[in-house]
């Protein structure tokens, strides 16, 4: 694999969104994406291999603090630690800026992505009922300090 991460630009909205629609039942328009990135309070960050788009990580920037969104990776890239590596990236690039503590919200049956934060130092810090639709399900809200 030759992985590449690096900030998103308005050339990777196709890729990005049409990764978030193979992986999300309720993804990201392109539009989304589009004013995001021109809002200085947004960060995403892409993976490649060579040149196909392997995943995504959105980060909202409320200093000292990010809510980090858009974890996305493909499937026949997952497990093999690029949301790892996205992740990593992103906080250490976002550091820079002055983010100290990281918080995001996570589906409660995901095992995988919450063991996965919890690798990267997250801990759990409640619940928010009912805060996915398609299918319904809690979020376990996760930080970071």
Known sequence: MNLLIRKMNEEDIEAVTAL???SFTTPWSKDAFTSSLKDSNYRFYVAYDGDIHIGTVGFTLTKPEADISNVCVSTSYRRQG?????LAYGMEDTSKEGITDFTLEVREGNKSAIGLYEKLGFESAGIRKNFYSNPVENALIMWKK
Request: hydrophobic letters at 60%; glycine letters at 0%.
């Open 20 to 22: 978030e629609a193979a």
């Open 82 to 86: 690029i949301a790892y590596k996205l």
